[in-house]
């Protein structure tokens, strides 16, 4: 018995820092972290966001699909993959209308010290602006969505959020590349009012991974979310701190997409 318990209590333990969706930690301190968002009043609300980014070999075609569909999206960057060369990538989305999260290529982050965390988070923060014309929100996705207290501290000190997304609502695929139209097809048929649907167009160790079957997912996805009646937009806008910095600052902005 005691051993039953005591696997019980591990398990417990560690699905509360690596779980896909929100548990004891959020329990916690609710209002630290976005995971749903479902709409009080106008149209029923779903949010696209892309993780492991700039790709160079991925998100300019992505960023084609977007903007003919007139959808606007959240990316999580990765900072490393910030260079001079995809920083015109970042211009672009921008511009776009689209708006810009941090993310992190490494589990680590989850027990760094939460002012190691917060200085680390401002100086990213600070050197995207100053190559994209245009500050991040303030939330981050932590990898793989593995997080603890002390993480959760460090974003407290930089006031940031920590954004998760909707159970379900991923490309993930247990290893297993996911066919364009069957990944578009199974997230349309779970979407909802206030969902977070996460893909990538990134990896984050190969900055230039093939992420096609993403662009060809989304170009078949927005349309079937707007056939149930879903309106798209941007998760910055209704869940981060100081929504402001999701502005460009010495750039205008784009017309903004039709479901904003």
């Known amino acids: 018995m005691f051993w ?39 149209a029923p609300t779903i949010y696209l966001t892309y993780d492991d980014g700039p790709n160079p070999a991925a998100t300019p075609a992505l960023l084609d699909v977007l903007a003919r569909e ?15 060369e995809t920083a015109p990538i970042l211009q672009r989305m921008l511009a776009d209308g689209h708006a810009i999260g941090l993310h992190s290529h490494t589990r680590g982050l989850m027990i760094e010290r939460p002012e190691a965390l917060a200085r680390r988070l401002t100086a990213d923060a600070d050197r995207i602006a100053m190559l994209a014309g245009g500050a991040p929100c303030r ?4 990898h793989a969505g593995w997080r603890g207290g002390e993480l959760y501290a460090g974003l407290d000190r930089a006031d940031y959020r920590l954004a998760g997304w ?21 997230l349309a048929a779970n979407a909802s009012d206030g969902d977070v649907v996460v893909m990538h167009d990134g990896h984050h160790d190969n900055p230039r991974a093939d992420r096609g079957h993403t ?28 929504m402001d910095r999701a502005r460009p600052s010495g ?3 784009a017309t903004p997409g039709r479901d904003r």
């Open 166 to 186: 909707s159970f379900g609502m991923w490309d993930f695929n247990w290893w297993r590349r996911s066919k364009p139209e069957k990944l578009a097809a199974r």
């Open 70 to 84: 007139q959808a606007p999206a959240t990316f999580f960057i990765i900072p490393k993959h910030v260079t001079p």
């Open 251 to 253: 750039h205008e902005r």
């Open 215 to 242: 662009v060809r997912a989304t170009a078949e996805l927005v349309p079937l979310l707007r056939r149930k009646g879903l309106t798209l937009g941007r998760l910055c806008d209704v869940a981060a701190p100081g």
């Open 4 to 42: 039953i318990a005591a696997a019980i209590g591990i398990g417990i333990v560690a699905l509360a820092h690596t779980a896909p969706f929100p548990f004891l930690l959020e329990w916690i301190g609710p209002d630290r972290s976005v995971w749903h968002v479902p709409r009080r009043d106008g």
């Open 139 to 142: 939330l981050f996705r932590p």
